[in-house]
């Protein structure tokens, strides 16, 4: 039988200093395996110094709640796998992963739109909505807006460029805002790049936050917004 005296096992002593870098240090050696925050080991410390004492101090005051768990599978010596649970600690999509996600969907949004247009909408929503289920609940809302304005600007880049001709453009303008402007014609035949078009106030003002989504474009918020 185990001589452990489990009466002197306090919460105080499992989340004190030097219990907490033993626990560390075993992370690091095992080369632990990142949760579903996607934050690698080699980050930890970083937001440890970062964040002192945040987890250890919920713990103790009674607001810590545990974070969904990444189940991966460990091969073992006979050939099969057993199943692995590796917890969440950190409520906030790491940083890594949040440049990754931009990263795609630039890709995604390319302005040659290859496939056509109705294959990059379905490509973009195929991935926005996996990749806000995944982490659900951890994306920052201030990240959040971010994102939706960078996705929001490289959908109004693509549709320029692929309106192509003046008149085609005038005639997206003339059906989108219902009536014609002075200005309408001089951005129409407008030689400036896409993607400073893109944000220009005639081209923002006819593909407004709400008109692409109603087209079928996704982003961050129309999904979250359906959890």
């Known amino acids: ?17 030097g219990n907490l870098n033993k626990a560390y240090k075993k992370v690091i050696n095992n080369r632990g395996s990142a949760g579903v925050d996607g934050m690698e080991t080699c980050d930890l ?13 919920s713990i103790l005051n009674g607001t810590y709640r545990p974070k969904p768990i990444k189940r991966v599978y460990i091969p073992k010596d006979n050939g099969e796998q057993r199943p692995l649970g590796i917890q969440k600690f950190f409520a906030i999509v790491h940083e890594k992963k949040r440049a990754k996600f931009l990263k795609n969907i630039k890709l995604i949004l390319d302005r040659r739109a290859p496939g056509g247009i109705a294959k990059v909408k ?27 304005a960078l996705i929001r600007r490289r959908i109004r880049q693509l549709l320029w460029k692929q309106w192509k001709k003046p008149e085609n453009r005038y005639n997206e303008f003339v059906k989108r805002l219902g009536r014609y402007t002075p200005s309408m014609e001089e951005y129409a035949y407008s030689s400036n790049r896409y993607w400073r078009m893109s944000n220009t106030p ?26």
Not at 203 to 210: C, F, M, W
Request: negative net charge; contains cysteine.
């Open 1 to 17: 039988m185990s001589n452990i005296n489990f009466e002197s096992i306090t919460l105080e002593r499992i989340v004190a200093k």
């Open 45 to 57: 410390l970083g937001y440890i110094k970062e964040h002192p004492y945040e987890i250890s101090s």
């Open 122 to 148: 379905e490509d973009l929503k195929v991935f926005v909505r996996g990749w806000c289920n995944y982490f659900k609940g951890a994306i920052p809302v201030k990240w959040t807006k971010t994102a939706d």
């Open 202 to 227: 005639a081209i923002n003002k006819a593909l407004g936050n709400y008109n692409p989504e109603e087209e079928g474009w996704y982003c961050i918020e129309m999904v979250e917004g359906q959890f």
